[in-house]
Nanobody, 121 residues
Framework: QVQLVESGGGLVQAGGSLRLPCAASGSIFSINAMSWYRQAPGRQRELVAGITSGGSRNYADSVKGRFTISRDNAKNTVSLQMNSLKSEDTAVYYC???????????????WGQGTQVTVSS
């Protein structure tokens, strides 16, 4: 019904930058929250940054001042701009969206397939 497609991951040196775009497509009436999570080997998945449909943002303490989340409500996209990357940012990054399929109905959580970000020191 809905697909979240991420891109933009890769290998970057410490101090470098990457941008992760994510696009939602399919049966979508509206999207509430859109977020980026990450999961490093041996660790639990953690919230990196989130943004509501109204533009309110929140960030993990570890990325404040370095990462910026943005979204385009008309295009159902969310992006994560990552600057001053550190080796500890290495993880698989997942896009998340809280989606309403029709005007009356439940909200459903959707996840992207994940994109690998590797920061070399």
């Amino acid at each position: 019904q809905v697909q979240l497609v991420e891109s933009g991951g890769g290998l970057v040196q410490a101090g470098g930058s990457l941008r992760l775009p994510c696009a939602a497509s399919g049966s979508i009436f509206s999207i509430n929250a859109m977020s980026w999570y990450r999961q490093a080997p041996g660790r639990q998945r953690e919230l990196v940054a989130g943004i509501t449909s109204g533009g309110s943002r929140n960030y993990a303490d570890s990325v404040k001042g370095r990462f910026t989340i943005s979204r385009d409500n008309a295009k159902n996209t969310v992006s994560l701009q990552m600057n001053s990357l550190k080796s500890e940012d290495t993880a698989v990054y997942y896009c998340y969206a809280d989606i309403l399929h029709k005007i009356i109905g439940p909200r459903v959580d959707y996840w992207g397939q994940g994109t690998q970000v590797t920061v070399s020191s």
